[in-house]
């Protein structure tokens, strides 16, 4: 069945667990998924239990041949062939994931039948047995009403059919008087009651631990939501959304592990915008910040979505490229710079030309063998200084080998 709209759901365990818990009683909804959390369990001991109504009836059919006289013994073996057949019903129903209504039925016309053999095995007994197996009649429902986590209706239905069939068993009693029938009921029918009631605060018990349970996860859940808030927070970058230093070499480390496929080739591109002091200068720093945004996505619009961008620091990005050759990444890095030239902002005291720019050093892995990860970074950054020397808003691929980094703003 649908359930309701979660909030709504949280909101009625809420409330349940402000109040008594005597108080306790589960919505329809509730209700179901308590059921359907227990039912695995519940459903192994009412199998269970016939089973073992199924083997004690037939050594009791034993026990009374052997031990009975013949007349009697021989009369109870027909209402106790009834017993089996009840029990083995409910068990096969028990077993499956039928619909809860189908499967209350079935356990309530299932007991219905065994304690209507047992009453039967009493009456054909006659005499003393009579008494005698109309108590174990109640001792099976009483067992039945402790142990079935059932709803509460169930229950009910199972202890008033005991109960009504020992008054009438009772009065079928040739040697009791109707006083000593009644007597007798309401004597068992008080511990019935009793059993009843501390059925139901068991079941009242189990709802609220339920209802703990439901808190507690919903708890954790937002516990796991907000850590990964966190998480992403302490990756990220406030002002553009991209990767921040920090995440950048988390996933160089990741992308230069030795266990990576050796066709996985890589290549890093460092972007520095040209002047950008000038910029903040000139315009401010909010326009700078606007820059730095617009930048942030016309690079991400000019990578794959396995590719990697990151705000290195200041005005520098950081972006990681994955399987691609020298050329791949050359070309990709020359879509970012005629991207950013294309945006046409401001940059009034640039020394590249009027608007803003950028410079790009490529540092391919193929023309590094066996380099680490900051190997390779500072051969991009040799390139980015030596695009910057050359008069910026360009692309400089690195040479073999390595370079220490110097600055150019």
Not at 15 to 25: F, V
Not at 109 to 130: F, T
Not at 199 to 222: K, N
Not at 239 to 245: A, D
Request: proline residues 4%.
């Amino acid at each position: 069945m649908p359930y309701q709209d979660e909030q709504s759901v949280q909101e009625e365990v809420d409330r349940l667990l402000s109040g008594r818990t005597r108080d306790i009683r589960l919505s329809s909804e509730l209700q179901a998924r308590f059921r359907e959390r227990s039912f695995k369990q519940t459903s192994k001991i009412i199998r269970a239990w016939m089973i073992w109504v199924i083997v004690l009836d037939v050594l009791a059919m034993i026990v009374n041949l052997l031990l009975l006289p013949r007349e009697p013994a021989v009369a109870m073996l027909g209402p106790a062939l009834l017993m089996p057949p009840a029990a083995l019903a409910v068990y096969l129903a028990w077993a499956r994931k039928l619909p809860f209504a189908a499967l209350d039925a079935v356990l309530t016309l299932g007991m219905l039948a065994i304690l209507l053999s047992v009453a039967l095995m009493s009456y054909v007994a006659g005499d003393e047995l009579q008494e005698r197996y109309l108590s174990v009649m109640l001792f099976v429902a009483v067992t039945a009403i402790i142990i079935f986590n059932v709803p509460q209706s169930v229950t009910y239905a199972i202890s008033g059919a005991g109960l009504a069939l020992y008054l009438v068993f009772q009065l079928a009693h040739p040697a009791l008087g109707t006083a000593s029938a009644f007597a007798a009921f309401l004597f068992f029918a008080s511990g019935v009651t009793a059993t009843v009631v501390a059925r139901q605060t068991m079941t009242i018990l189990a709802h609220r631990t339920f209802l703990l349970e439901l808190r507690d996860a919903r708890r954790v859940a937002e516990l796991a939501s907000a850590n990964a808030k966190l998480e992403q927070l302490s990756r990220t970058d406030p002002l553009t959304g991209l990767s921040n230093r920090r995440h950048s070499d988390d996933v160089l480390a990741m992308l230069f592990d030795r266990d990576r496929p050796s066709t996985s080739s890589l290549a890093l591109l460092m972007c520095d915008i040209d002047c950008f002091k000038a910029l903040n200068d000139r315009l401010g720093h909010l326009e700078g910040d606007k820059a730095l945004a617009a930048v942030a996505r016309t690079i991400t619009r000019s990578v794959r979505p396995k590719d990697h961008v990151a705000r290195f620091g200041g005005e520098e990005f950081l972006v990681v490229l994955v399987d691609v050759n020298t050329q791949e990444a050359q070309s990709i890095a020359q879509d970012i710079r005629l991207g950013v030239e294309a945006l046409k902002l401001a940059n009034p005291g640039s020394s590249a030309g009027p608007v803003l720019t950028i410079s790009i050093g490529v540092a391919a892995e193929v023309d590094h063998p066996g380099c680490t990860a900051s190997e390779l970074h500072r051969a991009a950054d040799a390139a980015l200084y030596h695009a910057k020397s050359q008069g910026r808003n360009r692309v400089a691929l690195a040479s073999g080998g390595t370079a220490q980094r110097r600055h150019a703003s």
